[in-house]
């Protein structure tokens, strides 16, 4: 296809399916903005918010909620620069924040942030800034749902594309495929940039001027990097706007990557929870006791780590002020003199980085308590028992897709793509693919026509989502340090984005010619397979490792015993 069909359909007829579509979109748009505001953003917040106490010595006071909106607030990055040594007070930052400990962190993140403006760009009582915050997060929320609603209506056209016109169909897939290229290539990326460089206190066009460097970079990266896989890799498609097929060419395999490399953790990590899952039904049971001494021990650390936070500061002050004296005394003072106060400040330098570190492994022995007792409690409940049961057969397929993929490799494949086929549509793909043998066995028992090929794809590709879904709050809480909720959003729905439109590409013919017509218009990814198999079995065996060895070197079992009275 070099175009839209010809104009068969009466203008009328066209622009009322047209409306009709809008407001297909206008209802995917409002579906998913009501989850975002009622469940989605307020679960990205509490992400941020990892290893609180519980309620009995949980009291976070003024200081405290005031640190938490500047870590949290609505800006891209916190206000610690992304620097290492920033970064990891970010971390025990969100700890401390919920136990009423932020007041003394508050002053010493302050001093050690890169920005200090930056921290209080977001203040609560900054009615002005404020402002600008819920425009962040306005904006974040609008592009998420614009990016989902129109991923929606190029699967509604591709699934049910039949109930219109042929110009219809082709004239609103381009309509959506332009917007979601747009969001993922231009729009997400540059309000990403703008999130990491905003500044308190700053005009407009300064703002834009700190902004269109990165972007610009990006930019450049996108162009020059994504031509010269594509040409490689990616046989472009029949869209009539060039630069569609261009920027597809460029997204698909940095997406193929990215969805391959996440899916394939994911999946790891899915038959690793079932199996953890197990084990806790063998191991000590974790009581309110055992809970009730671990949390105590953990605020016993925090508040003496808090006092340690004082005495850094009294020792930073008497250090500068020695040096300050000793500015003033003979070369031949100095060098025959010591400084008492710059030895007592480095010894209180590594109490406290020592301490920093069993708050750490402490913090990380309550979460985990928390999480075995939780699991325990929810698999004595039907509930739990009916969910155990679902994550057990999804773990049987993730270990399944990773069994395929190594078959694939070995074997090779079968399946085609969905350009460069004839009009009768090619054929049910042949293998080890499990969901195509359950579908054409179904198709079979139940005396119906099903297109195999495509279904089973989908359903898939949906698995596949699903893999990624239940184990992105792993992913965010890894990478939650000093980000905003909204910079979190804006990363999903970009993710989201590409995932959909990768799933398109590597949809199969299907014997409908409608929706041949509207995959021709997208690459043919002839290695998708190969390429997706590999980043797959590449992630899973590096999740694997980590887990083992993470395994190997804590000890869980004897939590339970260390924390009982």
């Known amino acids: 296809m070099n175009g839209l069909p010809p104009n068969t359909t009466p203008a009328p007829s066209i622009a009322l399916e047209t409306v009709l579509l809008s407001a297909a979109r206008l209802a995917y748009f409002a579906a998913c903005r009501l989850y975002v505001n009622k469940s989605l953003f307020a679960d990205l917040r509490e992400v941020i918010r990892e290893d609180g106490l519980s309620s009995d010595v949980d009291t976070p006071t003024s200081e405290a909620i005031e640190l938490d909106e500047a870590e949290g607030g609505y800006l891209g990055l916190s206000g610690n620069g992304g620097g290492a040594g920033a970064g990891g007070q970010s971390s025990f930052a969100s700890r401390l924040r919920e136990d009423g400990l932020g007041a003394a962190l508050s002053k010493r993140a302050s001093a050690a942030a890169s920005v200090p403006d930056r921290r209080d760009s977001l203040s609560p009582g900054q009615a002005g800034v404020s402002t600008a915050g819920r425009a962040y997060t306005r904006l974040s ?50 309000v990403l940039c703008l999130l990491v460089t905003h500044r308190s206190r700053t005009t407009v066009t300064r703002t834009l001027l700190l902004t269109l460097p990165p972007f610009a970079l990006y930019l450049f990266f996108f162009y020059n990097v994504g031509s010269l896989i594509a040409d490689k890799l990616v046989t472009e498609g029949s869209h009539t706007f060039g630069i569609v097929n261009s920027l597809l060419s460029r997204i698909c395999v940095p997406g193929v990557v990215l969805i391959a490399s996440l899916s394939g953790g994911g999946a790891l990590n899915t038959a690793w929870e079932a199996y953890e899952w197990r084990s806790v039904s063998s191991a000590e049971p974790v009581t309110d006791a055992h809970m009730a001494q671990a949390e105590r021990a953990l605020h016993r650390a925090r508040v003496d780590l808090q006092q340690r936070y004082r005495s850094l500061a009294l020792a930073q002050g008497s250090a500068a002020r020695e040096a300050d004296s000793a500015s003033s005394r003979s070369l031949l003072s100095k060098w025959t003199s010591s400084n008492p106060a710059a030895l007592h400040l480095k010894s209180v330098e590594t109490e406290v980085a020592a301490m920093e570190k069993m708050e750490r492994q402490m913090s990380q022995d309550v979460s985990r308590l928390r999480r075995r007792k939780a699991m325990r409690e929810m698999g004595r409940s039907l509930r739990g028992r009916v969910w155990l049961l679902v994550g057990w057969l999804f773990s049987v397929y993730c270990v399944w897709k990773i069994f395929v993929s190594v078959i694939n490799l070995i074997f090779g494949y079968t399946r085609q793509s969905h350009q460069h086929t004839s009009a009768e549509g090619a054929p049910a793909p042949q293998g080890t693919d499990l969901l195509t043998s359950l579908l054409t066995r179904l198709a079979v028992v139940l005396n119906i026509e099903l297109d195999v090929a495509t279904w089973s794809r989908l359903i898939g590709l949906a698995l596949i989502g699903g893999i990624l879904l239940a184990n992105m709050r792993n992913i965010f809480k890894a990478a939650s340090a000093g980000i905003s909720a909204s910079f979190m959003l804006l990363f999903l729905a970009q993710l989201m984005a590409i995932y959909l439109l990768t799933s398109l590409i590597s949809l199969p013919s299907s014997p409908t010619a409608s929706t041949t017509s509207l995959l021709d218009t997208l690459p043919d990814f002839n290695v998708f397979s190969r390429l997706f198999d590999s980043v797959f079995l590449i992630s899973a065996s590096a999740i694997f490792f980590s887990r083992w060895i993470s395994r190997k070197f804590r000890d869980d079992a004897g939590l339970a015993a260390q924390y009982s009275v």
Do not use: Q
């Open 141 to 190: 929320k609008a592009l998420f749902c614009l990016a989902f609603s129109e991923s929606c209506m190029l699967f509604t056209l591709l699934l049910f594309g039949d109930a219109v016109s042929d110009r219809a169909r082709h004239y609103n897939w381009s309509i959506s495929l332009l917007a979601l290229l747009s969001i993922i290539v231009f729009v997400i990326p540059f």
